[in-house]
């Protein structure tokens, strides 16, 4: 099927009982910070680097209905700006963009949207006080891994310094009951290409948003 097809409504029910569980599991895997201030942190302290990552997730979790939405139809076209509730079937991916109040952007989740509805990815960028990556997580959920009877989850974390230089770095496959998976034994029923961007404004310019600051 094109990428410019609606997405079939046979999987539309899928897709959406599959997101719904990738929450439940990225709430469940994870401790959050409550924490609603940014901190300025040490360029090369992982631990520090954590933290601010552990703060940026909370508040994407708090504010899902207040963050900036766009979904791209084509890769060749602009992404337009939406509801953050409304995501056409047409649509290839979507962007929940985070801001502060001054509009500076803290965090951007692109979500590759699955034709089958076998996988869910998402994958969010994480900026300093100066727009620069210091984290990035690719996150998957996904059907027909061989490995196990229901979903896999795959979780993927860098982390950076001021330098763009890889500094840490996580690697987690497990069920839903959170045991560890065997890479070796599973298929992953998706390919999808991305790259980490060094800073919001190449992010931005690569994917092809644009947002009034």
């Known amino acids: 099927m094109d990428k410019g097809d609606a997405i079939p409504k046979k999987n539309m029910s899928k897709l959406t009982y599959l997101l719904i569980i990738l ?10 910070n ?6 300025r942190v040490e360029p090369d302290n992982i631990e520090k680097l954590k ?9 994407i979790r708090k504010k899902i209905d207040k963050s900036v939405s766009f979904v791209k139809f084509n890769e060749k076209d602009d992404a337009i700006q939406i509801k953050a509730d409304t995501i056409p079937e047409n649509a290839i991916t979507s962007y929940s963009l985070l801001k502060d109040s001054l509009g500076k952007i803290l965090a951007i989740t692109e979500f590759p949207i ?4 076998d996988w869910f990815i998402a994958m969010t960028h994480y900026f300093d006080i100066n727009g620069k990556t210091f984290a990035f997580e690719r996150h998957t959920g996904f059907f027909n891994s061989i490995c196990t009877e229901g979903i896999a ?4 974390v860098e982390f950076y310094n001021i330098n763009f230089k890889l500094i840490d770095k996580t690697y987690e496959l497990v069920d839903e009951k959170s045991k560890p998976l065997k890479k070796d034994s599973c298929t992953f029923p998706y390919d ?3 790259k980490v961007s060094t800073n919001v404004d190449e992010y931005m310019k690569s994917n092809r948003l644009k947002t009034s600051m």
């Open 153 to 156: 989850y795959e979780t993927k």
């Open 114 to 117: 699955s034709e089958s509805g």
């Open 34 to 39: 409550s924490s609603t201030s940014i901190p």
């Open 51 to 59: 933290i601010e990552k552990d703060v940026l997730d909370t508040l």
């Open 192 to 194: 999808y290409k991305y």
């Open 23 to 32: 929450v439940v599991q990225l709430t469940a895997c994870s401790t959050r």
